[in-house]
């Protein structure tokens, strides 16, 4: 079974930066993409960002728009970990974050917009405030 764990996450003021982390275990970050969903309180969850399998002949990622220029998605293969590096962060950004991926369809499968609709395993999520 997979399991992520997230951790990173915290109070932070605008403008300022975290860094997420993800370890992954029983899971191959060459086979498979992983990403990052939020929930804000009262909202839907939303894709934040993905990386695609490093087995494919790309490096494709997928940001949404929001974050676009601001976060970057990595990957560290051999520590089976994956970051979300998030700066100049906004009260908007405010969310429980979780890792995620997608077992069943996501062999192989590039990151794109539609990628998290089917995200099928994550973790437990950390809470990220931005708060003055």
């Known amino acids: 079974q997979v399991q992520f764990v997230e951790s990173g996450g915290g109070l932070v003021q605008p403008g300022g930066s975290l860094r997420l982390s993800c370890a992954a275990s029983?899971?191959?970050?060459?086979?498979?993409?992983i990403g990052w969903f939020r929930q804000a309180p009262g909202k839907e969850r939303e894709g934040v960002s993905c990386i695609s399998p490093s087995d494919r002949n790309d490096a494709s990622t997928y940001y949404t728009d929001s974050v676009k220029g601001r976060f970057t998605i990595s990957k560290d293969r051999p520590k089976n970990t994956v970051y979300l590096q998030m700066n100049n962060l906004k009260p908007e950004d405010t969310a429980v974050y979780y890792c995620a991926t997608d077992i069943k369809e996501g062999f192989l499968r590039g990151c794109d917009s539609k990628w998290f609709d089917g995200v099928d395993n994550w973790g437990k999520g950390s809470l990220v405030t931005v708060s003055a």
């Open positions: 029983r899971f191959s970050l060459d086979n498979y993409g």
